[in-house]
C-alpha cells in the first residue's frame, strides 16, 4: 500500500494550496480517508476527514470553512483544498486511510503517506 502525497509548497498568508494524495495497492473506495498535519515540537492533530463514498466530511474547527476535502474513488486520490492560509497552518500535511468511522484518533488510520510539507509566511 502507498499513499503519495503532493502539492505542499510555500505560501503568503492569505493564499490557497491543494494538496493531493494518490493511493495504491488497497482498495481506495473501501478506505476513509483522512488529513492530519504536524508543525514542528507540535503533536499530529487531525485536519479533515472524508467518508468512503465522500458523503460525511469532518473538520477540524481550526480548519473550518477554509479547507475543504474531497476525493475522486476513479483516480483513488483525496484533495484538500485549503483557502485563506495562515502562519498557524504551516506544517507537515499527511494523509492516512481507515476502515474506521472513528476519525478524529490517528491511531484508527491504518495506511500513513508521506507527508507534504506546507509552509505560509506572514
Known amino acids: 500500500v502507498q499513499l503519495q502525497a503532493s502539492g505542499g509548497g510555500l505560501v503568503q498568508a492569505g493564499g490557497s494550496l491543494r494538496l493531493s494524495c494518490a493511493a495504491s495497492?488497497?482498495?481506495?473506495?473501501?478506505?476513509?480517508m483522512g488529513w492530519f498535519r504536524q508543525a514542528p515540537g507540535n503533536e499530529r492533530e487531525f485536519v479533515a476527514f472524508?467518508?468512503?463514498?465522500?458523503?460525511?466530511?469532518y473538520y477540524a474547527d481550526s480548519v473550518k470553512g477554509r479547507f475543504t476535502i474531497s476525493r475522486d474513488n476513479a483516480e483513488s486520490t483525496v484533495y484538500l483544498q485549503m483557502n485563506s492560509l495562515k502562519p498557524e497552518d504551516t506544517a507537515v500535511y499527511y494523509c492516512?486511510?481507515?476502515?474506521?468511522?472513528?476519525?478524529?484518533?490517528?491511531?484508527?488510520?491504518?495506511?500513513w503517506g508521506q507527508g507534504t510539507l506546507v509552509t505560509v509566511s506572514s
Open positions: 492516512a486511510a481507515t476502515l474506521s468511522l472513528q476519525y478524529g484518533s490517528g491511531t484508527r488510520f491504518k495506511y
Open positions: 495497492g488497497l482498495t481506495f473506495s473501501t478506505y476513509n
Open positions: 472524508i467518508s468512503r463514498s465522500g458523503g460525511s466530511t
